[in-house]
């Protein structure tokens, strides 16, 4: 594919070069059942494979898009144009393939409304046989909730545990970790408590990662931006949002971690890009890992309006999905302004 991937840490710094990010296209099928219902698609193994494939064979898209986060069914699809399988068909393309592979977040016995990442017991060998297929790297997601109580001690020392047993599975079989702990936008807190929660869940995180032999060189971290809740007064503008996030960064991710992707928990298209924008522009080079995106509602949502589930549709999709795309790219170089949406 052109790109050098012999190394884990060559792979981790390829889906977070300058210019690019990844994109999550790894919805489960209720998650992207939903998703579909809001453009009236029913739900089937083909509409899903419709979906994916104008997302993956937009023309251009891998100027701006190092990889993808597959869902397991997807990873077992192809190519509608040549029946290319799709990990074959992106590394062709320069985009380097990747999988989920936790199996999703249940209730977490003994707490009152909280969740832990199930999906350690055979991981290893489904890592094996994701690595055979052409995955290189991985994602695991944990859901940590802020409200009056929540979240507890236990809640964050058990999804980070969980992380650090996935990350060190994934190393173990040539895979790079996507580790993302989400702290969810859900709720009327503010940008402090935000901050506090995000320190303290990034800070075991790696404590964790630490204590299992997890190598930071061979990462990728996946975080929350430190934001006010959905339903907050007086919500935090652009720059404290870059400034909050930045400091909550900057005390908890070692050097070693070539980059962090962020995900975009339901903030708008242009708010994922400008808040990333301006942590760029106020680092301006001078930070030690590179900040960029693994969006999946920030770029896939206005492709899926444009979509409706028609194929005459297809082009239309496809050119929001590059707008979003390369402005989230500038973006990773603080090179993108309001101006050019
Ligand atoms: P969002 O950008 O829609 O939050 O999705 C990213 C993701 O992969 C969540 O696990």
Known sequence: MGLNLKSLEAVAEAMVAPGKGILAADESTGTIGKRLAQVNTENTAENRNAYRDLLFSADGIEKYISGVIMYDETLHQSSLADGTAYTEYLAAKGMIPGIKV??????????????????????????????????????????????????????????????????????????????????????????????????EVLHTVFFELYSQGVNYEQMVLKPNMVLSGYDGSDRAGVDEVADATLQCLARTVPAAVPGIAFLSGGQSDENATAHLNRMNQFVNGNKPWNLSFSYGRALQQPALKAWMGKAENVGAAQMALLKRAKLNGLATMGEYSSEME
């Open 102 to 199: 936790d199996t999703g977040a249940h209730d977490l016995a003994g707490s009152e409304g909280e969740k832990v990442t199930s999906g350690l017991d055979g991981l290893d060998d489904r890592l094996k046989e994701y690595r055979q297929m052409g995955a290189r790297f991985s994602k695991w997601r944990a859901v940590i909730n802020i409200t009056e109580d929540n979240p507890s001690g236990y809640c964050i020392s058990a999804n980070a545990h969980a992380l650090a047993r996935y990350a060190a599975l994934c190393q173990k079989n040539d895979l790079v970790p996507i580790v993302e702990p989400e702290i969810l936008m859900e709720g009327d807190h503010d940008i402090d408590d935000s901050f506090v929660v995000t320190e």
